[in-house]
Each structure stands twice: as structure tokens, then as C-alpha cells.
């Protein structure tokens, strides 16, 4: 079982800057792919950006050059710096695990957002 808990999310200028966190706990063995999504209002989840064990990331097309994801796999804790926000960049943002569960195998999890809002 795992436990995902988000922060960092508030209220920022375009332009500015926000650095969100996911903080994984639990049982499991490892976390293969942790991900950050996003769904604005009126619009269905995305994902916005993920990366695995040893560093490989992937980005939507929107948020490239703006956005970095990183982990710290010591600490099971997953980032998202963004950089240049703007206002379309307006969602409750979702940590994600892919883990290798005890007994079960690989499992999803979900945390329960973190509101970032980008107006001036």
C-alpha cells in the first residue's frame, strides 16, 4: 500500500514560479514511474510530465522548457519545478505512482492534488 501526499501548490503571477512535491509512503518495494497530471477546469486530466528509477523523463508538449520533473529516490519524493507560469497552466496538479507492491506486483496510486492557480 501506498500513501501519496502533495504540496506545494498555490497562487502565482504569470511568469513566476512554483515547486510542487510528492511525498510517497508505505510498503512497497520500489516506484518504477512517477508522474505528475493535471486537469484544469472544464477539461479532462493530463499528464503532465513523469520519470523513472534512473532519471528518464518525459514532458507534455506545454509545458517543455518550462517545467522539470526530478526525484529524490532516497526519499521517495518526487518534484515539479515550474518555471514561466501561465494562466492556461491553472489546474489541480496529481502525483502518480507506478509501484512494485509486496504480493500484488505493480500498482497505480493516486494523491489528492494540489491546487495551482496562475493569475495576476
Known amino acids: 500500500q501506498v500513501q501519496l501526499v502533495e504540496s506545494g501548490g498555490g497562487l502565482e503571477q504569470p511568469g513566476g514560479s512554483l515547486r510542487l512535491s510528492c511525498a510517497a509512503s508505505?510498503?512497497?518495494?520500489?516506484?518504477?514511474?512517477m508522474s505528475w497530471y493535471r486537469q484544469a477546469p472544464g477539461k479532462e486530466r493530463e499528464l503532465v510530465a513523469d520519470?523513472?528509477?534512473?532519471?528518464?523523463?518525459n514532458y507534455a508538449d506545454s509545458v517543455k522548457g518550462r517545467f522539470t520533473i526530478s526525484r529524490d529516490n532516497a526519499k521517495n519524493t518526487v518534484y515539479l519545478q515550474m518555471n514561466s507560469l501561465k494562466p492556461e497552466d491553472t489546474a489541480v496538479y496529481y502525483c502518480?505512482?507506478?509501484?512494485?507492491?509486496?504480493?500484488?506486483?505493480?500498482?497505480?496510486?493516486w494523491g489528492k492534488g494540489t491546487l495551482v492557480t496562475v493569475s495576476s
Open positions: 502518480h505512482a507506478a509501484a512494485w507492491v509486496p504480493a500484488r506486483g505493480v500498482m497505480d496510486y
Open positions: 508505505g510498503s512497497f518495494i520500489t516506484i518504477n514511474v
Open positions: 520519470v523513472t528509477t534512473v532519471g528518464r523523463t
